[in-house]
């Protein structure tokens, strides 16, 4: 089992910048995928950023140039840097593992983009 904790959600200005944080707990040397997807209201749940256990990463193409996902390995904890925002990344952000037997989802973060 793993456990997830994410914080850093929020009401930003267009342009503004927030890092979402996401902690991860239990049986964490299993751990193999570590990624953020958000869900605007009326959408499918899409990924954002992913980073393998390879340490290869990709964005989807929305976001490239202006979101970077990286980790912290000693605290367990995958971060999703956020600049440039635009009122359209708007969303629900979830983190997500992948294990060598299961997924675990966060509970998820607000973040609203809006002047």
């Known amino acids: 089992q793993v456990q997830l904790v994410e914080s850093g959600g929020g009401l930003v200005q267009p342009g503004g910048s927030l890092r979402l944080s996401c902690a991860a707990s239990?049986?964490?040397?299993?751990?193999?995928?570590m990624s953020w997807y958000r869900q605007a209201p009326g959408k499918e749940r899409e990924l954002v950023a992913a980073?393998?256990?390879?340490?290869?990463?990709n964005y989807a193409d929305s976001v490239k140039g202006r979101f970077t996902i990286f980790r912290d390995n000693a605290k367990n904890t995958v971060y999703l840097q956020m600049n440039s925002l635009k009122p359209e990344d708007t969303a629900v952000y979830y983190c997500k593992v992948v294990t060598l037997t299961a997924g675990y989802w966060g509970q998820g973060t607000q973040v609203t983009v809006s002047s």
């Open positions: 980073f393998n256990s390879g340490g290869s990463t």
């Open positions: 239990g049986s964490i040397f299993s751990i193999t995928v």
